[in-house]
Nanobody
Framework: EVQLVESGGGLVQAGGSLRLSCAAS????????IGWFRQAPGKEREGVSC????????YYADSVKGRFTISSDNAKNTVYLKMNSLKPEDTAVYYC????????????????????WGKGTLVTVSS
């Protein structure tokens, strides 16, 4: 059974930092791309960042470039999202998602291209 479990969300002041974790199980981690997506109240889910566990290639949404860093620890089957310089507009539920690296939609941060999803973790940035 595929499982993606997010952790690390919480309440932080604007300008602060958080690190989200996504622990994966039930599939061959090295063959998959893992991504972070977010959904704010009343808004559509959007892609934040993705990483290929096989070659380490990364992709970021323009809104988070230079502030967020995605990384992967293949020994622990875990992907991290370090979020710095947080802004109130970063407030959302953050979801971890996975799809085989051989597919291509994950490079576009397109959530339709993801096959498996976690339940999400809430990030709230206060002004």
């Amino acid at each position: 059974e595929v499982q993606l479990v997010e952790s690390g969300g919480g309440l932080v002041q604007a300008g602060g930092s958080l690190r989200l974790s996504c622990a994966a199980s039930g599939f061959t981690f090295d063959d998959y791309a893992i991504g972070w997506f977010r959904q704010a109240p009343g808004k559509e889910r959007e892609g934040v960042s993705c990483i290929s566990s096989s070659d380490g290639s990364t992709y970021y949404a323009d809104s988070v470039k230079g502030r967020f860093t995605i990384s992967s620890d293949n020994a622990k089957n875990t992907v991290y999202l370090k979020m710095n310089s947080l802004k109130p507009e970063d407030t959302a539920v953050y979801y971890c998602a996975a799809t085989p690296s051989i597919r291509t939609m994950w490079r576009e941060l397109d959530y339709y291209g993801m096959d498996y999803w976690g339940k999400g973790t809430l990030v709230t940035v206060s002004s």
